[in-house]
Each structure stands twice: as structure tokens, then as C-alpha cells.
């Protein structure tokens, strides 16, 4: 078991390094790329989202004649002829592949070989449900249904361990946003729609005892994977092959279920009075304090990796000291240079805030001649006003000495 928190905190128990195949788990993230590169309306044109209430490969249509959802096989495999359509089979393995190795923060991503030859000798299900998908016309216009199918055997084939894994969860949970790396890979609406197929559809035949006792989106995977996620918090890969007889991993389900009964993450837990479980996202009278000390004193030595943490975790990068100072001043003040980048450049802070001596965050620069900073500060002040972003009255025109600063810089 691996997890990942939004904000970039690790944890493993295990043999968290070994590859394993991804299986049923690749399901959500083709199609969240699906949703990414083509939307909402477009994918859901081919297939629906109600959960079917049937095994996940059964030879079943809804009464629109398309796929239930992209959980099940049907699906997934109409999903995978709607990414990159008009592309060669490389191009769009290639391109799944390249997003997959995003959203997992370039850690472990490989391919089983052995795997994907060994679907396509036994699939005889997975090419019946094919035919039948092509007999009532569910794929898209031009698509070749073997090409699908081929497809979606790769995809299956995907390595990942449970490090890299739990990455790929806590992106998710990040509605998007690479907690590693912090890029952005997916869309809001891509994530958003995900994790609700996720919590309806995403654990088999298990799929509605899951969301009442564990309350998350999940998704597991014959390889005995299972991918958890707890918005707004982290992503969790758990790996245990026994499975039961829906196909789930045993001890990944009792180890979901353990996980709700000690913190509050069952989407129905009221986190304000429920006190008999722990819940890592109340705050206390002190965590205000306290992050104002780290944030300043990461500000202060010039810790980068530390103030992206800070803000991955959602914390407010603009708080002020009793001198109502922020990090952008006491960064500013200490000449950070890469400090005040991100702070300006990744977190869009405030430039013109007034400490209790009037003076700005370019006013501390100045004083302790830190010329680079400066010209950070000038650019970002005069793309503010010029973007608007603040309201007329909170504008500081910038003082003419400025015009004097060209030689320090």
C-alpha cells in the first residue's frame, strides 16, 4: 500500500516497488483523458453513466443501445476508440501512455508485453462483446472495432507499483493537478466526472456496497489493484492479488474499509460533530499560527520546495505576520529571487500589500538593494494593473525613483 497526499506526502507499506498490471484500474483514465481531450457531451454520446447492475462483462446495452458506463468492458472499449481518433495504434498508446506518466509524476509506468499477448489469446469474451458493440453500432463513425479492441488490450497491460500508483490517485485527488510535479494534467470536469463513475460503477458487483460503507471513488483490477481516492486529500494504490469472487482485491477492500473507520472520509461523515474518528483536515485554534511561521520561514530561506507544498495543500500564500508583513515581503527583503517567482509567477499574490510601515513588498527590495528582485517585482506589478487584478483603489502607481533603479539592476 502507497499513499500520496495532495500537498506531496508520501507513505508505503510493502512491496511498494513492484510493477503490476494495471487491468480494470486503466478504466478511469482513459477515460478522464477521454473527457480531457474531447468533453463531456461528446464521450457520453457513446456511453451512458448509470451503473448497470450486471457482471462487467456481460453482453448487455442499456435502452439507448450504448455501453452503461465506462467501468464496465463495453465501455471501456467504445472509450478507447473515441481518444485520438484518425491516429495509428502506436500514436494513441503513445499519447495514453504519455498521460498516464503525468498524472504518476514521471515515476515507474511500464508495459507487460507477456500480458497484453496473453489478452488477446484469451479474450474470446472481450471479442464477443466487440461484435456485438459493432452489430449495434456503438462505435464512432470511421472506427474500427479490432483497433478498439486491440487498444484496450494494451491499455490493460499498463505497469505501475504502488508508489507511482498512489501518484496517479492523489492527481485525482487533486482534481487534476500533479501533486509531484505540479502540473496540471487533467480538467476539473475530466476528474469531477471520473471519480463519480468511480464511486457508482468503478468496484464490479461490490460497486454499491462500496459506496455505503466505504463512502469513496475507487476502482480495482483483476491484477488485485485498487485505486482509492479521498478528494481533496490524497490518492491511495493498494496491491494484494487474492481476490474475491466479484474479482476484488480481498485485503484491498479491508483495507478501505479499516481507512473509513478510523478517519473521516466516508463522503456522508459529519466532519464537524462525528468526534469518535480522526480527521486530518480539522484545523485548530494554533494551525493558523503555525502556518504563518512556516510560510514566512520558508519565505525567509529561500525554500521553494517547501512554499509549493504549502501551496499544493491549499494553504493562503498572501497570510500576514503581526506586522502584517507576507512572504512575498520577507522574500523580497532577503533577495530570493526563485521565492519570489513562484510567489508571483505560480501563486499570483498580491504585490501591493501594505505592511504597518506602509511599505510594499518592492519598497523592502529597494531598501536592501536586491536589483533583481526588483525587476521581478516592476514586471509583475505593471502585468497586475494591467490585467486588472486588482480593484482601482488598491493600485499603487509606482513611485517614479524606480525609473533610477536601471544601474543596480
Known sequence: MSL???????????????????????????????????????????????????????????????????????????ISSLIKPGSNKAEKFDYVMDFIKKMAGQEYVGFSNATFQSEKETGDRNFAIGYYLKEKKCFPRGAEMIDALDFYFQLCSIEVTCESGSVMAATLAHGGICPITGERVLSAEAVRNTLSLMHSCGMYDFSGQMAFHVGLPAKSGVSGAVLLVVPN?????????PLDKVGNSVRGI????????????????????????????????????????????????????????????????ELKDYDSRTALHVAAAEGHVEVVRFLTDTCKVNPFVKDRWSSIPLDDALQFGHGAVVKVLQEYQVACQEQDRLPVADIIPIPPKLETVEGMV
Not at 486529500?233 to 492479488?241: E, F, K, L, N, Q
Not at 456522508?268 to 511561521?293: A, C, I, M, T, W
Open 4 to 78: 500520496c497526499t495532495v500537498d506531496g506526502q508520501r507513505h508505503s507499506v510493502g512491496d511498494t516497488k513492484q510493477p503490476f498490471c494495471l487491468q480494470s484500474c486503466v478504466k478511469p483514465l482513459e477515460y478522464a483523458v477521454a473527457i480531457h481531450e474531447a468533453g463531456t457531451e461528446k464521450v457520453h454520446r457513446y456511453v451512458g453513466m448509470e451503473p448497470s447492475g450486471l457482471k462487467f462483462n456481460k453482453l448487455y446495452l442499456d435502452e439507448e443501445d450504448k455501453p452503461h458506463n465506462p467501468m464496465v468492458n463495453a465501455g471501456a472499449i467504445v
Open 233 to 241: 486529500v490524497m490518492g491511495v494504490m493498494c496491491w494484494s492479488p
Open 254 to 317: 479491508h483495507f478501505c474499509q479499516e481507512l473509513v473507520s478510523s478517519f473521516n472520509f466516508h463522503n456522508y461523515d459529519n466532519l464537524r460533530h462525528f468526534v469518535k474518528k480522526q480527521d486530518p483536515r480539522r484545523q485548530d485554534g494554533e494551525d493558523r499560527n503555525k502556518s504563518v511561521v512556516n510560510l514566512m520561514f520558508a519565505a525567509y530561506s529561500g525554500d521553494v520546495s517547501a512554499l509549493r507544498r504549502f501551496a499544493l495543500s491549499s494553504m493562503d500564500m
